[in-house]
């Protein structure tokens, strides 16, 4: 009988601590590491232009920005940061500061390094949507996920 109460005992004390062990899996993401899962999948995504704003008004695409996309690729190294290129042949390297905001660096622009910083309207893993201002005019950017 004690042998059977023993055992009984340690299957319940290992189905306790069993179920209350979490794993990596289990531990919500930040909203900046969902961020980057969304912006980047699994190791790289490509985005789709699908619109275009410039002050609030809506573009006409033309037939090359109908073609237009943008891949960007997460340095497994570096959580917050990545490389992008887009269909254009423009590529340099991107980093999150905040689940808002995502920063461009151009790196292949012949006058030097240009800095962009957009403004995150949304981001899922299927719309990514972003804006940034220049010189006055603030232009906004809806992709879809390709």
């Known amino acids: 009988m ?11 004390t290992a189905l306790i601590f069993g179920a209350c062990t979490k794993s990596a899996e289990d531990v919500p993401l930040t909203s900046e590491q969902q961020a980057i899962v969304s ?6 995504k490509v985005w789709k232009l699908k619109k275009v ?3 609030s008004v809506q573009n006409v695409l033309t037939v090359d920005q ?3 996309t943008k891949t ?6 570096q959580a917050q940061s990545g490389t992008f290129v887009n269909s254009d042949g423009i590529k340099g390297k991107w980093s999150l500061n905040g ?3 995502l920063i461009e660096v151009i790196s292949n622009n012949q ?3 240009v800095q962009i910083s957009y403004l995150i309207n949304e981001l899922s893993d299927a719309v990514l949507d972003i804006e ?3 010189n006055f005019i603030t232009i906004r950017e809806v992709y879809n996920a390709f």
Do not use: E
């Open 39 to 44: 912006l980047t999948g699994v190791g790289n």
């Open 111 to 113: 006058a030097g390094p």
């Open 99 to 101: 689940p808002k905001n």
């Open 132 to 134: 940034y201002t220049a």
């Open 66 to 68: 109908m073609k237009y």
């Open 53 to 55: 704003f410039t002050n």
């Open 2 to 12: 004690k042998i059977t109460l023993r055992f009984f005992l340690f299957a319940v």
């Open 72 to 77: 960007y690729t997460i340095t497994p190294s």
